[in-house]
Each structure stands twice: as structure tokens, then as C-alpha cells.
């Protein structure tokens, strides 16, 4: 089984120098894309592969690099951003990319702001990832060092700057146009669209946003071809997907597997399943803001397209499992005071529902719910819902939300009748 | 003309301009459609999820699906249910959302019936509290003294900060924190910076933010008797409504003219009012020789035996009076005596401007023109200080359009945080040429800081490189001449340039070097508008009617010809230097003067007689734009008190001079000045006169739920008072009348069934955020002439050359304590600068003076004492005093002056 991403990586956990990088054949994609191919050429060659991306929302990449004004009538300068921002709670692929092989991210970026002709790109890195952050500005200079970054990088006409820009730390500045306003120094409110950050972006100018995981792909595409991506994977998507499982599993942790992969076989062949004397009861697949998945669906494959069949989505592709001894009630509102807390306050459904969802979770879970309150639960998994909210944040944080209300059904009206938690005190947190 | 398109709204059919939003469209349509985060001229954001419609693809789709109004263009064919109950079920739900913080304290905030979040609350049929959970508060701050602050009423809808930071560019004021927590206010508690801050009373829809001077002396919307009125702190002439009960004055709230100040008043027009209720007021006539107030009857009949015919009177007028005041002055006086009352250098001035603007081919422009001029060259003029409301105009027209920005990007113009992201620093062109550094320059192009004589010096320049046969300035520094070569580039590609200049810096040939600009743009068939700032709220129109400054009154009495002198609302020791007003007096037998006030020049007075405070009586004012405006008596003052018009003509009555006037009314006066002199023969024409009626009835200046009528002197008499009659206007000083929409002119206050805040002014417009339904009020009394064969001015001043040992002082403005009025009221007493005189340190240097440290001055042999301000822009040779501020009224600037600090040291 091929894993471009992480193969090559070291099993001491220390990053590849670029010495070790290069040895590896890094950089060839970058230095082929960059003097010998043209920039649509790249986004063809993405699109061919049909890597999608890896950030949450799953649009294809190469698409998304079509809609920025290419030539010299194009605004300038254009800006290419890495969303290295990675707060969904449960996810850390990115990190571990970032800290294991720092130039392959670098690589990637300077192929994908290549194909935008972008002049400067930023890293958005989370603020707590402080070894990525060394590691990256270590990379970042070895780059420089050898003009893979900067002046007509490869001998070739092209320029790239980069800058890692470590964020002060919200949730919301993982949403990409939230990102920019945070970037330009404002408050991390979102933007609405349109119009896109590829034609208005960073400082009004065309600016693509795209992720760790997605970018890592892009030097592999470019060196063994569209054909040979899409042939990793078990499903019509291109390539390898970063899989992660947290929760009372054998061996929580990260794998690098065929896109497509079920969900058995992630729990139980690779996290050697559930921890002795636990039972698995259900599993958010992709992050905190996915809906939870039961028993019935560990055979869904894990990709776009099947997950959203099932009722859920491929999101960050890296799954909470919940077992027998995890209160429901008590994990969802401890998802639920993580979303209300992060919320950014622009919209008011939000702003105002998420904590009133918070304090009625915390209310039933301390024996103080009430009749009435599922059916407020409900009212709010609507009208917080997409479109009535500014982003995407309040219909993510209702996602689990309204799944729970209908898989844990049962449990939410027993906290409410029997007026107390019935896992006892171990139930209460998500482990 | 705008395109049009055909909309379906509940399945029938409208037509509105392609591209609004809908929630634009729909209220210009008369719908109702709740809201809190959009704004008529702040545009769409987006936030609050409000204004929530359901949309359709087309006539088969049953689901639809909800889209914010605010946000979604109405194209050909939209689709939209303002009425599906899903989406008034959401709507429901944003409000209660709001209300799971909202502490519900209507009974004692201060906004309660005048709440725009009351009005939307009930307009979507909230009223049950499920969430029952702990409300969060936060902690207030002060913020000053006109702005109260009370967060936890707050929906965060975001509207104050974008009027405060994006809007009026105030940098002292922002968003804090996050989530639910999300604060207004300041990073540290202060007095806010901003001039404009007193419109987050109104801008802010719950009670957050409230005026705090309303505050001390309280009522409700509802008891408060309004009428249109117009504020008298500057030459703008914005349109206000103050508000009144039991004899005080309230507040004055905005009064929407789509012409002149749109949505919003400065701080000094909003806060200014209290010099109404000052202790200050001349309430009854008073004489030297008594010590008491003496009755009506006898002062009239002594003032018959002053002004008997044959005796020698003169008449000094004034730039703050109303026109009919000082018409009626100079009918009683003849126009041989009258005096306009202004200093020699104003008189100058005005004279000037008013030549430019009635010959010249240039327009005079409104304040919504400045707004949305696409190049501006400010020559000479602290507009934020001397005409605040101009400066956020021109802050306004700094923005660019999506257009501008990249059509390609298609941004509709009321995407707001979409035009400002796309179009970040990038702004239209502004060039800030004045002596000393404003604060406009945060916005501007280029600045350029010089002494009066070389701001003319690159005015002029820019006219001669825009067309030669204005005249050529010698001896241009290079870098100059390419400054001015750069301004006049952009003003020839601009659409609608305009020239900002007024009487600041005390220069005819700064004005003469404006106007040549605006006129050579002209002749380059540019629509050039001008833009004069004036000093005082009526100074243009005063200009209008006579001429003759103080000091021609001066030297008339000098020459010896004067037994009596009659001065009108106006303080002489303003005007002139002390020692020439006292020996004026001296000389003059008896001096009458007719004033609300008591001020300097009333004190020296014979006989004081007490004139209506703008808001006690009617009157027109000329704006600077040239724009005669009516402004309505709000409430009956103290018996004694009458407008000064009505003063005089029982004066004439009673002294039996010829030409007797039989002026029953406003009507009356208002048409013979019309008759008489030229430049007003139209300023009657939009006015309404005071027989009109509307289905028989008047128009009310009490509101529908006025209350207490039958009690409010009830300790005086239990027999309701018939209310006064108003001989002026068709409004009544009742509540009984026509309830519904009168004549733009006449609005006495926005309320609207459904709508009891300020926001009820949608329903008074003919289109959201156009004008008044029918037409802005106002008359100009100019046009330009097309054709004007009038020729450049060709006196282009020398270069300035500083002196040694001397500076050359010119005016600096402050917009709270430069303008006499408004000074009086405690809370601008408060926030005014003490006198002080701004050196460049370099010049300080050389005087051996540091900042803090008082220095002596003398000009024109008269010695000043004052501290000393770094103000690191100056040109070198140049200083500058505060206008009009205690101890420096009456000197006429600019003038040179000798530092005596040196052999000291
Ligand atoms: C509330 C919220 C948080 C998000 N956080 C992240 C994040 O931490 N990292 C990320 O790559 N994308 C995040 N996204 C998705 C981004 O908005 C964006 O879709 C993504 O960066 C695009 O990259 P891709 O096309 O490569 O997936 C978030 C979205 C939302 C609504
Ligand atoms: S849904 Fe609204 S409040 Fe929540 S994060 Fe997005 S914009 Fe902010
Ligand atoms: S203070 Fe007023 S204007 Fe500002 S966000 Fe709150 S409610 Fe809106
Ligand atoms: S700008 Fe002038 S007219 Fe307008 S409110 Fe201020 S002082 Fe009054
Ligand atoms: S008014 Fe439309 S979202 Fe606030």
C-alpha cells in the first residue's frame, strides 16, 4: 500500500531536514511544475486528478484555483494561504504532517500558488502548534536558502514569498474568509459570498485558501500523474486520506490510507478497537462538526460522496469514537459549549443559540432538563441551520446536535425524567 | 435611469430598481420587514438575521428557501414570501434569540417608546420567554458628556461601530471579545473623540447608547412637543427636530434632508441646544436704570421715545439671527443704517463668496452632492472643526464604488463589508491644503500646510495649469508646481470635482484661488461644484441682504451721527476688538439691544429686550450652500419672550416711524423681503404658508399619545389652557390635528404606525434612504450662470516670508468652543480647549519657548498671554490661536505678532 504523505516520513517523529527531503526526490514536482509546466496546466492536472479538499467542505482543488483571474490583467499581487489552522476538535492530521515533513507542505504551496500565479503565500498556523511553527520557520528558511522560495525560484521567471503567521487562537479563523479578516489584522468575523476569495480576497485581492492535507497531495500528483492518484484510492476520489480515531480505541492515532476505506476497518484493523470492557456505540466521523454514525454504518467507505449517503460527512476525515460508558447527552454538550464558546458573535442564531443549546445540555445533564427542552433542542438544530446563520460554524455545531437528538433519543428523556445522569460520573466527559 | 425589474413579493408583482437589495426594495415599497444590522447609508452586512424572506426559483418551487433581504439583490422575476410562515417563525426566533440577554428594563431605559428593538420585537409576534437561564451583563463606561452607555441592552448588531469606525472614522471606539460576549465600547473608559459620536444615540437600535444630556432632564417621546427646525451651530443649516416640555428644551434629534445633512448632525449641532435653558437667557425686558425687569408696556414706550421719528438710529444685524429679524431691523432702520453686524473681514469674505457663487459658473453643492464628489481640493478650511458635517461628507466621497474597484467582481454597492474589503486603502482623490494639520488629512491624498498667501499661491497654480488664461503664479517652487500640476491632473479626470475653501483662514485670495479652480474646471466642461464653509448659521443669507460690517458702524457712530443703535442678537465683543466695541458704546447714546442672551455687548446696554431662542420662534436661514431654510417655533417660551422680528415691528408701531409694516405672520415679512430685495424673491416659493390645512386640520406638534394635557397646569388653574395660536406656520400647539404624513417641510417628528423610533423615517421617503416624500425642503436662492463670462481673479498674492522675531497667527478651529452659541451649553463648555497658541517646535526653539509654558504675544499692541502647543505641521513662520474661544474673541486673524518671551527666556 503506497502512503506518499507520511511514507517517507522518519519513525523517530524528528522532521525531515531538506537534505533528507530532496534525497527523497522533494522538490522535483515543484521545480518540474514551476519550469516546465504552465499554471493551467498544474490546475488541469489537479482537476484530472480530482483531488478534493481536505479542509472540511471537500470542493475539488483544482476547481477552485480555475476561478482566479489568471494573466496580466489579473489584480495584483495574488495571494495563496495555507489554512494550517486546525482547531476542529478531534483532528490533528495536520500536525502531524507539519511537524514530520514541513517541506512537503512547502513543496505543495509553492506548486498550488504556482498554478494561481500567486507573488505571496502565508501559512495560517494554529497558535498552540509551537513545534510546527519551528519546524516550519526552519523549512521555510533552508527554502529561501536554496531560491525555492523567493526570487525566480528554479532559475525560472516566477517569484513566491512566504510567511508563517502564527494566529492568537479562535476556532473561526480556520474558516477561510474569517482567516483573511484575521490575517488582515481584524476581527475574525467571516466574509459573505460572494464575492470569493479568489477573485477578493486578502486585501481585496484574488487569494486561494487551501489546507495542510490538501497541499501535501500536490507534489505527488505532479510527479507520478493523475492516473496513478486516483488509482490509490478505493473510491472515485483521488488519492490517500489522512484517517484518525480518537476515543476509548486500542491505539487512538493517524494513518495514511486508500480514500475509501470503511470505517470497520479503521476502528478495528488499525485502532485495534475498543478498549477492553467498552462496547462502541456510535462515532462522529470527521471532526466535531459531522453527524454521528452507528453500528448500521461502519461499512460506509470514509469518502465524500458515501458519508454523505450515510447521513454524515467526510469533514476532516478524523472520528471520535463514543463507547457505552460515554454519556451521550454529556459528550454532545461538551461538543456544544466548545462551538458556543468559539463562536465568533457576528450572527445572532449563533451567537445567542449555541450557549442557550449549551445551557439547556448542561441543565439535563444535571438533572434539571425539563420536558419542553427537546423540543427547544430541535427548534434550534433548525434555525441555526444553513443560510439562516452568517457560516458554516452554527450548522457544523449542529450537526452532531441533531443526530443525537434522534440516535440518543432514549437517553436524552431518561437524564429529563429521572432528573439526573444515569452513566454516573464517568459519563460526563469525551474522552 | 436606473433599470428596472419586475419582483413578485407574495406572489404579486412589483417593480423596483434592478439590483437593491430586498430589503431595500421592499421597505421603499411600504413593507414591513423587521431589521437591526442594515442601516439606509451604511448599507448591508449581513449580521443580525433579521430581515430573513424566503425565496423562490421560480412560480413551481413550493420549498424555497430563506435568504437574508439585506443581502440579496433583487433581480428580473425574484421570487420572494415575506409572509410563509416558516420564515416568520424564524424571524420570531432571531428576536427571541435577542431577548434570551435582553434585560427587559423598558420601564427606565431611556429608549422605551422609541425602541427600535420594541418595534421589531412586537412587529414578529415575540412575547413568551422560554430561556430560562442566567442573562449575561457586562460593565458600562463613561464615555463622556453626550453619550450614556448601558451595554447589556445590547443585540449586538454591529451598527455602532461601523457608523463610528468605518463610517465617521473614529479610531477611539470598537468591538471587544467574542461569542456572546461581545462588548461596545472603548479599550478604556474617556470621553469619546469623535465628533460625530452623538448619532450612536440614534443609529444604536436599543437604549445602549442614549443622550446624556436628554438624560438629566427626561421625557418620553411621546410628552415631548417637536418641530422641524434647523440648527444654528455652523453654516450648514442641518435639519433638526428639538423636542420640549414644560418650557425646557430636551434634546434635538436629527431631522432627515436627503439634501443636506441626510442621517446624521455633529456633536456640537446635537449637544449645543442647552444654551436654550441657560441661566444666561434674557427672560424679560430689562432696563439700566431699573434693577428689576421692567413691563412690557413701559419698555415699548420708552423705546418709542429712542426711536422717535427723526432721531438718528442704526441697526446692527446679525449672522445668527433669522433673516426676518434682521429684515425687520433694516425696515425699521432704513437700509442706509443697517450694519450687517459682521467683522470687516467676514463682511469681506461673504461678499466674496457670494459674487463667486451667484456669477460664476460653478454650483454651489449640498452637503449629499460634497458626499458624492468623485475629486476634492480642500483649499484653506478645517472643515471638521468649522462645518463638521462637510468633513463626513467628504469622508464619504473618499469611498470608492465597487465600479471603480474591478467591475468584474460585480460587488452590488450596498455589500458593504464586501466594497470595503475589495477596495481596503484604496480611496477617491482628496487634497488637504490648510495652514496647520486637520484631521480630514487621515483620509486625504496629499496634504500640503502653508501660510494663507501660498495656499492661494497653489489654488492658483492649479487653475492656471487647468486653463491658461488664469493667471500664473511667479516664482512657484518646483515641488509646488508639481503638486499643483498633480491636483489639477486629477480634478480635470474627476466627473464631479469639488472645491472645498471658506472663510477659515481669513483670505480673500484663498477663496478667489478656489473659485478659479472650480471655474476652470467648468470652462473644461466639468461639472466643478464649490463648496464654501461660512461661519455662522446665517451668515450667507445676512451677506445677502446688506452690507456694512461693525466697523462701518463704527465709524458711522465716529462721524458722529448716531443718537441710537439698535444691535440684533448679535455680541459685538466678538466681532471687533474690545477697545473699539467700548469706545462704540461710548459713544453712542443709547444702545438697545434684542438678544436671548445675556453677553457682553447686552450688558453695556440701555435697554435689553429678550428675543426667541431658535426654538422658540420661526424664522429662515440661509445655509452655506445658499439653501434658505424654514425653521418652526417648538414651544411657547415665557411670556416676554418673541421672536425679534415681532420685537421690532411693535417698535415701529409704537415710534410711529414711516413705512409702518402690518406683518401679522411669517407669511407677511417672509413676502415683503421677497418683494424688496432680489436675491430673495423666491424664497417663498417652497414654503408653506401658514392658512395651509390639511383636511381642515393642523398640523400637531404634540404627538397622539401626548400625555398629561389636562393636568400639566393643573396646579395653576384645573381649566385645560386653550392652546396658543400660531400665526406663523400650520402647526398647532396641540396634539389634536392631521395624524398623517404632512408636506416634507412640516414633518414635526418620524413615527409611523408600528414604527415609534427614528427609524420610522423610511415610511417619510419616497425610497428608503432618497429624499422626503414630495421633495427635501429647502430654497436655493442661487444657480450658477451658465454661461458666465466672468473673469479669473488675477491677484495672485507674493510667496509668504516669515519674519524675524514675529509669526504670522491665522485661526484654528474647534468645533466645541469656536462658535459662541454652543459654547454657553455645559456639556461643549466642557469639552472646549482652553486658549492656548500652537507653534512649530522648530519656532519655539527659536522664541526660546517650550510647549506647556505661557508665552506673551502681543498683536496689534495689545499683549496676550498664553501657553504654548507643539503643533509639529506648521509652516515655519506661522502660528496659530483658537478662534473665538475665551480671551481671544474679537481679534481678527490673521495678523502678525511679536513674541516678547525672549529676553527672558
Ligand atoms: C468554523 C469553521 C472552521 C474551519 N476550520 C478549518 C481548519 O481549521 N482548517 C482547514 O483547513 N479548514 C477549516 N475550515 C474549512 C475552510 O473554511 C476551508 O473550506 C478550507 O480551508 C478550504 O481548504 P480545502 O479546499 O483545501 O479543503 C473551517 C470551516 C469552518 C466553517
Ligand atoms: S455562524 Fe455567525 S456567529 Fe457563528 S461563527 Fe459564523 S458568523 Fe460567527
Ligand atoms: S450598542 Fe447598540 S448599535 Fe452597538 S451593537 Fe449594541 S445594539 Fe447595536
Ligand atoms: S454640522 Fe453644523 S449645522 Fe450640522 S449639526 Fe453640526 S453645527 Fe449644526
Ligand atoms: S438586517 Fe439583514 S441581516 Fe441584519
Redesign the pocket.
Known amino acids: 500500500m503506497e502512503r506518499p504523505l507520511t511514507g517517507s516520513m522518519r519513525p523517530d517523529g524528528l522532521p525531515l531536514s531538506i537534505k533528507d527531503y530532496e534525497d527523497k526526490g522533494g522538490y522535483q514536482a515543484a521545480r518540474k511544475a514551476v519550469t516546465g509546466m504552465s499554471p493551467k496546466e498544474v490546475q488541469d492536472l489537479a482537476k484530472d486528478a480530482n483531488l478534493r479538499g481536505r479542509g472540511g467542505a471537500g470542493f475539488n482543488t483544482g476547481m477552485k484555483w480555475s476561478f482566479v483571474p489568471m494573466g496580466d490583467s489579473a489584480p495584483r499581487p495574488k495571494y495563496f494561504v495555507v489554512n494550517a489552522d486546525e482547531m476542529e476538535p478531534g483532528t490533528f492530521k495536520d500536525r502531524m504532517l507539519m511537524e514530520g515533513n514541513p517541506h512537503q507542505l512547502i513543496e505543495g504551496t509553492i506548486i498550488a500558488a504556482y498554478a494561481i500565479e500567486a507573488d505571496i503565500s502565508y501559512i495560517f498556523l494554529r497558535g498552540e502548534y509551537k513545534i510546527c511553527e519551528k519546524r516550519l520557520a526552519a523549512a521555510i528558511a533552508e527554502a529561501y536558502s536554496r531560491h525555492y522560495l523567493g526570487k525566480k525560484i528554479f532559475g525560472s521567471g516566477y517569484n513566491l514569498e512566504m510567511r508563517l503567521h502564527t494566529s492568537a487562537g479562535r476556532y473561526i479563523c480556520g474558516e477561510e474568509t474569517a482567516l483573511l479578516n484575521s490575517l488582515e489584522g481584524k476581527r475574525a468575523i467571516p466574509r459573505a459570498r460572494p464575492p470569493f476569495p479568489q477573485v477578493s480576497g486578502l486585501w481585496g485581492k484574488p487569494t486561494v485558501v487551501n489546507n495542510v492535507e490538501t497541499l501535501c497531495n500536490v507534489p505527488h500528483i505532479i510527479n507520478n500523474g493523475a492516473e496513478w492518484y486516483k488509482g490509490l484510492s478505493r473510491s472515485q476520489y483521488g488519492g490517500t486520506k489522512i484517517y484518525g480515531v480518537s476515543g476509548r480505541v486500542k491505539t487512538p492515532g493517524l494513518w495514511e490510507l486508500p480514500m475509501g476505506t470503511t470505517i470497520r476497518e479503521i476502528i478495528w484493523e488499525h485502532a485495534r478497537g475498543m478498549r477492553e470492557g467498552y462496547q462502541f456505540r456510535s462515532v462522529i466521523p470527521g471532526g466535531a462538526s459531522t453527524e454521528f454514525l452507528t453500528e448500521e454504518h461502519l461499512d460506509v467507505q470514509m469518502d465524500f460522496d458515501s458519508m454523505q449517503k450515510a447521513g454524515s460527512r467526510l469533514g476532516t476525515g478524523t472520528m471520535i469514537v463514543i463507547d457505552d460508558h460515554t454519556c451521550p447527552v454529556g459528550a454532545v454538550h461538551n461538543l456544544e459549549q466548545f462551538f458556543a464558546r468559539e463562536s465568533c458573535g457576528w450572527c445572532t442564531p449563533c451567537r445567542e443559540g449555541l450557549p442557550w443549546i449549551a445551557n439547556i445540555l448542561h441543565a439535563i445533564e444535571n438533572g434539571q432538563g425539563r420536558p419542553e427542552d427537546l423540543e427547544i433542542l430541535a427548534q434550534h438544530t433548525d434555525s441555526l441551520w444553513l443560510n439562516k446563520t452568517f457560516c458554516a460554524l452554527a450548522p457544523g455545531a449542529m450537526e452532531p446536535l441533531r443526530s443525537a437528538l434522534q440516535i440518543f433519543r432514549e437517553d436524552f428523556i431518561r437524564h429529563i425524567k429521572e432528573g439526573k445522569c444515569t452513566y454516573g460520573k464517568n459519563g460526563n466527559n469525551l474522552h | 435611469m436606473a433599470k428596472m425589474a419586475t419582483i413578485y413579493i407574495d406572489n404579486k408583482p412589483y417593480t423596483v430598481k434592478e439590483g437593491d437589495n430586498l430589503l431595500h426594495a421592499c421597505l421603499s415599497l411600504g413593507f414591513d420587514i423587521p431589521y ?2 442594515w442601516h439606509p447609508a451604511m448599507h448591508s452586512v449581513g449580521a443580525c438575521r433579521q430581515c430573513a424572506v424566503k425565496q423562490f426559483k421560480d412560480e413551481n418551487d413550493t420549498l424555497g428557501r430563506i435568504v437574508m433581504s439585506c443581502m440579496t439583490p433583487a433581480v428580473e422575476g425574484t421570487r420572494i414570501s415575506i409572509d410563509d410562515e416558516e420564515v416568520r417563525a424564524f424571524r420570531k426566533s432571531i428576536i427571541e434569540f435577542l431577548m434570551t440577554n435582553h434585560p427587559h428594563d423598558c420601564p427606565v431605559c431611556d429608549e422605551g417608546g422609541e425602541c427600535h ?1 420594541q418595534d421589531m420585537t412586537v412587529m414578529t409576534g415575540h412575547s413568551y420567554r422560554r430561556f430560562r437561564f442566567k442573562k449575561r451583563t457586562y460593565r458600562n463606561q463613561y464615555l463622556g458628556p453626550f453619550v450614556n452607555h448601558e ?1 447589556n ?9 461601523r ?1 463610528y469606525r468605518d463610517y465617521a472614522g473614529g479610531r477611539d471606539f470598537g ?1 471587544f471579545a467574542s461569542h456572546h460576549h ?1 462588548y ?1 465600547g472603548r479599550h478604556k473608559e474617556g470621553a469619546l473623540e469623535n465628533e460625530f459620536s452623538g448619532n ?1 444615540v440614534e ?4 437604549g ?2 442614549t443622550d446624556k444630556t436628554f438624560k438629566r432632564h427626561y421625557t418620553r417621546k411621546w410628552d415631548l412637543q417637536t418641530a422641524p427646525s434647523v440648527c444654528v451651530h455652523c453654516g450648514l443649516g442641518c435639519n433638526t427636530i428639538p423636542g420640549e416640555r414644560y418650557g425646557l428644551l430636551r434634546r434635538i434629534q436629527n431631522r432627515y434632508n436627503g439634501a443636506v445633512n441626510g442621517y446624521f448632525l455633529c456633536d456640537r449641532g446635537r449637544f449645543g441646544y442647552e444654551f436654550v435653558n441657560a441661566e444666561r437667557r434674557i427672560r424679560q425686558p430689562l432696563m439700566k436704570r431699573s434693577s428689576l425687569p421692567v413691563p412690557r408696556e413701559e419698555v415699548m414706550q420708552h423705546l418709542s421715545r429712542l426711536i422717535y421719528f427723526g432721531a438718528r438710529v442704526i441697526g446692527i444685524g446679525s449672522p445668527r439671527a433669522s433673516l426676518e429679524g434682521n429684515f425687520a431691523l433694516r425696515s425699521l432702520v432704513g437700509e442706509d443704517h443697517f450694519y450687517t453686524g459682521v467683522s470687516a473681514m467676514d463682511a469681506r469674505l461673504l461678499e466674496k463668496i457670494i459674487m463667486v457663487l451667484a456669477k460664476g459658473p460653478a454650483r454651489s453643492s449640498s452637503l449629499a452632492e460634497a458626499g458624492a464628489a468623485d475629486a476634492v481640493f480642500v483649499l484653506g478650511e478645517d472643515v471638521t472643526n468649522s462645518a463638521p458635517l462637510l468633513a463626513l461628507s467628504l469622508r464619504q466621497s473618499v469611498r470608492l464604488k465597487p465600479m471603480e474597484i474591478d467591475k468584474r467582481l460585480h460587488i452590488p454597492e450596498w455589500d458593504d463589508s464586501a466594497v470595503r474589503n475589495a477596495a481596503q486603502q484604496e480611496k477617491r482623490p482628496l487634497f488637504v491644503a490648510t495652514p496647520y494639520r486637520t484631521k480630514l488629512e487621515e483620509v486625504s491624498t496629499q496634504a500640503y500646510h502653508a501660510a494663507p498667501d501660498d495656499l492661494a499661491r497653489l489654488g492658483f497654480a492649479v487653475a492656471h495649469e487647468l486653463d491658461n488664461r488664469s493667471p500664473a503664479v511667479k516664482g512657484l517652487p518646483k515641488k509646488l508646481h508639481t503638486l499643483a500640476e498633480g491636483i489639477a491632473r486629477v480634478l480635470s479626470q474627476a466627473e464631479h470635482p469639488l472645491i472645498v475653501s471658506g472663510t477659515g483662514c481669513g483670505s480673500e485670495a484663498v477663496l478667489e484661488s478656489a473659485a478659479n479652480v472650480a471655474w476652470a474646471l467648468c470652462r473644461k466642461n466639468r461639472s466643478a461644484d464649490l463648496c464654501f464653509a461660512v461661519p455662522e448659521c446665517n451668515s450667507l443669507g445676512l451677506a445677502l441682504m446688506g452690507e456694512g460690517s461693525v466697523s462701518d458702524a463704527f465709524k458711522a457712530v465716529h462721524d458722529g451721527a448716531v443718537d441710537t443703535a439698535i444691535i440684533l442678537e448679535n455680541d459685538l465683543y466678538l466681532r471687533a476688538e474690545t477697545e473699539d466695541v467700548n469706545s462704540f458704546f461710548d459713544k453712542v447714546r443709547n444702545v438697545i439691544v434684542i438678544d436671548h442672551s445675556v453677553t457682553g455687548t447686552a450688558s453695556k446696554a440701555d435697554v435689553v429686550v429678550p428675543a426667541a431662542a431658535f426654538a422658540e420662534g420661526d424664522g429662515t436661514l440661509v445655509n452655506n450652500e445658499g439653501r434658505a431654510q424654514r425653521f418652526y417655533q417648538v414651544f411657547v417660551p415665557d411670556r416676554d419672550i418673541e421672536e425679534s422680528w415681532r420685537w421690532l415691528r411693535d417698535i415701529m408701531a409704537a415710534s410711529g416711524r414711516p413705512g409702518l409694516k402690518h406683518w401679522t405672520g411669517l407669511d407677511d415679512i417672509v413676502q415683503a423681503m421677497s418683494n424688496s430685495i432680489k436675491a430673495f424673491k423666491n424664497i417663498a416659493e417652497s414654503n408653506v404658508p401658514a392658512g395651509y390645512r390639511i383636511t381642515g386640520q393642523h398640523i400637531p406638534r404634540q404627538p397622539h399619545r401626548y400625555s398629561g394635557r389636562t393636568a400639566m397646569h393643573a396646579n395653576i388653574s384645573v381649566v385645560e389652557p386653550k392652546p396658543p395660536e400660531d400665526k406663523d406656520s400650520p402647526l398647532s400647539f396641540s396634539m389634536e390635528g392631521f395624524s398623517g404624513q404632512p408636506p416634507a417641510g412640516l414633518i414635526p417628528r418620524f413615527w409611523a404606525p408600528g414604527w415609534n423610533s427614528v427609524q420610522a423615517l423610511n415610511k417619510f421617503q419616497s425610497e428608503v434612504g432618497g429624499p422626503l416624500t414630495g421633495g427635501d425642503p429647502g430654497q436655493r436662492l442661487f444657480e450658477p450662470v451658465q454661461e458666465s463670462t466672468v473673469s479669473y481673479f488675477d491677484e495672485v498674492p507674493g510667496a509668504f516670508s516669515p519674519r524675524e522675531n514675529e509669526l504670522l497667527l491665522v485661526r484654528v478651529y474647534h468645533i466645541f468652543g469656536s462658535e459662541e452659541l454652543s459654547a454657553m451649553s455645559p456639556c461643549i463648555a466642557e469639552s472646549a480647549p482652553g486658549p492656548y497658541i500652537g507653534l512649530k517646535p522648530e519656532d519655539a526653539e527659536l522664541f526660546q519657548v517650550s510647549e506647556g509654558r505661557d508665552v506673551r504675544i502681543s498683536i496689534n499692541d495689545k499683549e496676550y498671554s498664553l501657553p504654548v502647543k507643539y503643533l509639529p505641521e506648521l509652516p515655519s513662520g506661522v502660528g496659530v490661536l483658537p478662534a473665538g474661544l475665551r480671551g481671544l474673541e474679537g481679534l481678527e486673524l490673521p495678523a502678525w505678532g511679536r513674541i516678547n518671551n525672549q529676553a527672558k527666556g
Open positions: 437591526f444590522c428593538l451595554m441592552r445590547c443585540i449586538q448588531c454591529y451598527r455602532c461601530v457608523f468591538a461581545v461596545f450612536l443609529i444604536c437600535p436599543t445602549v447608547f
